[in-house]
């Protein structure tokens, strides 16, 4: 069990800048789905790629499975062809026709 110090450094951002990045994802699979009618899922080695990187991201909270950075849920950020990580460390792919 960890220590309540160590939960509490754990800090996600406000909940009205994980609102903003809730609302400006579902804004990016709109556009995905009506304008370019591709594919939302990342392929299943890029979405293990993103996983494996993010696990050893020091801004992960592996037991949440979270981002300390964006406070998204690192599984369903990963899926996403039209998510990026905030800190750069992983693209959004090309949308294919």
């Known amino acids: 069990?960890?220590?309540l110090s160590e939960l509490e450094n754990k800090k996600y951002p406000p909940i009205l800048?994980?609102?903003k990045n809730l609302v400006l994802t579902?804004?990016?699979i709109v556009n995905t789905?009506?304008?370019k009618n591709s594919d939302l899922v990342t392929p299943r080695k890029i979405y293990w790629e993103r996983i494996?990187?993010?696990k050893a991201c020091p801004r992960?909270?592996?037991?949440?499975?979270?981002c300390l950075e964006c406070g998204c849920f690192i599984?369903?950020?990963?899926k996403l062809v039209v998510e990026a990580c905030p800190?750069?460390?992983w693209e959004e792919n090309e949308l294919v026709d």
């Open 1 to 3: 069990m960890k220590k």
């Open 17 to 19: 800048e994980q609102g």
């Open 26 to 28: 579902i804004g990016r």
């Open 33 to 35: 789905i009506t304008d």
């Open 52 to 54: 494996e990187i993010c």
């Open 60 to 66: 992960c909270d592996t037991k949440q499975k979270r």
């Open 75 to 78: 599984p369903m950020k990963a």
């Open 87 to 89: 800190l750069g460390k």
